[in-house]
């Protein structure tokens, strides 16, 4: 059973930095593909970093590239995103996801197999 739990979520001032983790328990094969997305109330769901741990292929949504940065402790079994340079258009409630699928076959559809609870942000 795999589970993934977020945290690091809270209140940040524009400008200011955030690290956000999701602790994934289960099976390594279920995280080829780990990613993180966001929602803010009355939007859609946007994907905004992920990673194939396999072949360590990154990707960044446009509106975070060069101030976000997804990263990986497999020691830890921990995936943390760092948020620099907040904006207050960055809140959201973040959510991590795996799947044991190469991310190329994901990215797609983004379709993950497993997803966290969220960690809220708020920037102002």
């Known amino acids: 059973h795999v589970q993934l739990v977020e945290s690091g979520g809270g209140s940040v001032q524009a400008g200011g930095s955030r690290r956000l983790s999701c602790v994934v328990s289960g099976s390594t094969y279920s995280r080829a593909c780990m990613g993180w997305f966001r929602q803010a109330p009355g939007k859609e769901r946007e994907r905004v970093a992920r990673?194939?741990?396999?072949?360590?292929?990154?990707y960044y949504a446009d509106s975070v590239k060069g101030r976000f940065t997804i990263s990986q402790d497999n020691a830890k079994d921990t995936l943390y995103l760092q948020m620099s340079s907040l904006k207050p258009e960055d809140t959201a409630m973040y959510y991590c996801a795996a799947d044991p699928r190469p991310c190329h076959e994901i990215d797609p559809t983004n379709a993950y197999n497993h997803w966290g609870q969220g960690t809220q942000v708020t920037v102002s």
């Open positions: 990673l194939d741990t396999v072949d360590r292929s990154a």
